[in-house]
């Protein structure tokens, strides 16, 4: 798991073949296994791979989202407010479900926010994303999660570099020494 971790960083360039359908279906399984509050499971997930529609959601936001514009499919991943009210906290574990997924079955992945952030008129981008893609209005959207054969190459993350200081014991700002 470790291994996977360090080797997931976010992908923006991909190559233009689309991921097979059952490597979709593969990451949709993970999302829909995702732990959620009172195992409500609030969460909905639409696979975008039409140019036209993928180009119009790449101007969701102002900064951000406008390398989707070539990316060959992403999730939105959007949730429910009447069925829970922690949409936020179970549709990020199912989207960081998806990008783990994603990384085992060797794709790129980048989560594109979109809860609380505006477009280049000052609108807001969850709303530009609901209309778009007829999203009733009692959901909530949190981000588009890119999907696709890397078309770059990032370093993967280093473990001599983790903010280990970050971690306490017992009491705040308390470190145990030979541990993190
Ligand atoms: C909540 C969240 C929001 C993010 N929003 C964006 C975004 O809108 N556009 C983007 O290109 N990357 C976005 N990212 C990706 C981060 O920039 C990226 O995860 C971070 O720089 C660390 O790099 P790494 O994923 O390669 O480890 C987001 C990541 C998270 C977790």
Same mark, same amino acid.
């Given at each position: 798991m470790i291994r996977l971790l360090v080797n997931r960083r976010s992908i923006r360039k991909y190559k233009t073949q !689309?991921? @097979?359908c059952e490597k979709v279906d593969k990451l949709l399984t993970a999302a829909l296994l995702a732990p959620s509050s009172r195992g409500r499971k609030p969460w909905g997930f639409l696979v975008v791979d039409d140019e036209d529609i993928l180009k119009q959601l790449s101007q969701a936001k102002e900064h951000g989202s406008q390398f989707i514009s070539k990316v060959p499919q992403v999730i &939105? &991943?959007?949730g429910d407010t009447m069925v829970s009210d922690m949409c936020v906290e +179970?549709?990020?574990?199912a989207a960081t479900y998806i990008q783990l997924e994603? @990384?085992?079955?060797?794709l790129g992945s980048c989560w594109v926010q979109i809860r609380e952030r505006l477009t280049k008129k000052g609108t807001s981008s969850e709303g530009y994303v609901k209309a778009l893609l007829s999203i009733p209005d009692h959901f909530m959207v949190e981000a588009i999660i890119a999907i696709g054969?890397? +078309?770059?190459e990032k370093i993967p993350h280093n473990l001599d570099e983790l903010d280990v200081h !970050? &971690?306490?014991y017992n009491k705040y700002k308390i470190m145990y020494p030979g541990h993190y």
């Open positions: !689309k991921v @097979e &939105v &991943v959007f +179970d549709c990020s574990i994603a @990384e085992r079955l060797g054969y890397p +078309d770059e !970050k &971690v306490h």
